[in-house]
């Protein structure tokens, strides 16, 4: 498996948080959704460092050539400011409540 993390510093992007929320429920998410050999993709915000990224989970490094286009650096202005790829040494799952993580988070509440 292999991670890739990518951030954005937004400063200076005339993009806001509350913004990238409304483009996840709009569009990014359902341009994802079942996307082949995406395991998991994470949308992450830091309101108080103006900071906003994503986690991505891909069954191997080849997957990530199925990555379907995002509109992300186009609202934001400017390429990340951090990609780091990792290959994934382990994972395990909890036990949890709720067994969907698909439509989570900030943005859908």
Known sequence: MFVRLVLWDLAGSPVTIDRLRTYLRTES???FDGTPGLRLKLWVSDPEANTWGAVY???S???V???PPSRARELIG???DLVKE???EASVEGT???ADLTRRG???E
């Open 29 to 31: 998410v359902d341009v």
């Open 57 to 59: 989970v891909w069954e």
């Open 61 to 63: 490094r080849e997957a």
């Open 65 to 67: 050539a199925n990555q």
């Open 78 to 80: 400017k390429d990340p």
């Open 86 to 88: 990792f290959d994934l």
């Open 96 to 98: 949890f409540e709720v």
């Open 106 to 108: 900030l943005a859908f």
